[in-house]
């Protein structure tokens, strides 16, 4: 989106707009009132995202919900996303990937093995 908050925030974004409307709050809290600098900025928190992400540990209940969308959101380059998010979630990407490119690639290799998503997110983050 890690990341990830980013795509990690990052990459999961795109539920509030699918989401019934009884949990809408609950997903632009999840979403969009979490500070990605936060998650990007703590390296132990960062690393349990990663790890969730990978499927080492256990999920923390944010972590399982961005893990859950993350094929969803790079397939689609967020297209479920409001302008808020898609800005949270370039912004997560422009940041993460250059501090973590080993992980962002093993992120890929699991979120996006055909390689079809990567083009299209690299061009929305640098749009």
């Known amino acids: 989106m890690l990341l990830l908050y ?3 925030a990052f990459v999961a974004l795109n539920l509030s707009a ?5 949990d809408l709050s609950f997903y632009e809290q999840v979403f969009e ?4 600098d936060m998650i990007l900025d703590n390296e132990r928190i960062l690393q349990s995202y990663l790890k969730c992400f990978y499927s080492e540990i256990e ?5 399982a919900v961005v893990k ?3 094929p969803e959101v790079l ?3 967020c297209g479920k996303c409001s302008d808020k998010q898609k800005s949270i979630f370039k912004y997560s ?3 993460f990937i250059p501090a973590h490119p080993k992980d962002w690639d093993r992120i890929l290799s699991i979120y996006d093995p055909s390689g079809e998503a990567w083009p299209k997110v690299k061009a929305f983050m640098e749009s």
């Open 33 to 36: 009132e979490v500070d990605p």
């Open 93 to 95: 990407l422009n940041k």
């Open 75 to 77: 397939s689609t380059v």
């Open 6 to 8: 980013g795509l990690c």
């Open 59 to 63: 999920c923390n209940p944010h972590a």
């Open 68 to 70: 859950k969308s993350i």
């Open 18 to 22: 699918g989401a019934p409307q009884e």
